[in-house]
């Protein structure tokens, strides 16, 4: 069973002299329950990688298919959470209307969104800041918020960019234990990218990203 695969899959940006090739031919699967950490500096590619990924970029040559996560943008929806790196909440938003949202989007019944709200902010720890707005939170609470909302679209697959890179090391190591303790629970998949070590080593699979290639031991998911 899969959840996603790259084959030969790469991504441009711009063209001809402009062209930036950002991913470069690259094969890869994701599957139930993996573990996954995507290291490399910056700007190797392991961000676009994780959009190829998550569908929100198409690659330029190859394929990225979704084989158990259904055949449409809508389906996938449901099915695949991101976490990104920067500020992701609406500011005008409590902290439970922003953990609901993306349920509603995707077609979730308000009221089950709600319910879904209310676990998933307990499950992460940020129940006791349901009403507040997301523009008074900390760092560390704002990502807590984001990995909530994730988890209330009860996804199959978890892609989180960079998810502590903008915090210190106590505030994003504690986003990670609740990040990894969370997918521990509900199954999902988890696609970490990171450029520290200390995170990487969370996870149980290291790929690694260099000027756009990946490596990926072959008992990692090489096709």
């Known amino acids: 069973m899969t959840l996603v695969r790259c084959t030969d899959a790469s991504r441009t940006f711009g063209r001809g002299d402009q062209a930036v090739v950002a991913v470069h031919g690259c094969s890869c699967e994701v599957r139930p329950g993996s573990r996954i950490a995507i290291t490399g500096s910056s700007g190797s590619g392991k961000s676009t990688l994780l959009h190829l990924l998550a569908g929100l970029e198409a690659p330029t040559g190859g394929a990225v298919i979704w084989p158990d996560l ?5 389906e996938r929806s449901r099915d695949i959470a991101v976490v990104f790196q920067g500020p992701s909440l609406l500011p005008a938003l409590t902290v439970a209307e922003n953990v609901a949202l993306a349920a509603v989007l995707t077609g979730t019944d308000e009221a089950e969104a709600d319910a879904r709200a209310v676990v998933a902010m307990e499950t992460v720890g940020v129940a006791a800041l349901a009403d507040q707005l997301a523009d ?8 807590r918020v984001a990995i909530a909302r994730a988890l209330a679209l009860r996804p199959r697959l978890v892609l989180a960019d960079e998810p502590t890179g903008q915090l210190d090391a106590e505030t994003g190591g504690h986003v990670l234990d609740v990040l990894i303790a969370a997918v521990d629970e509900t199954g999902a998949a988890l696609v970490v990218t990171t450029h520290d070590p200390a995170v990487a080593r969370r996870l149980d699979d290291h790929w690694q990203m260099n000027d ?3 490596v990926v031991p072959a008992r990692e998911g090489v096709l």
């Open 70 to 74: 259904g055949d449409s943008p809508v």
């Open 136 to 143: 008074t939170l900390s760092g560390g609470q704002s990502q």
């Open 212 to 214: 756009g290639r990946l």
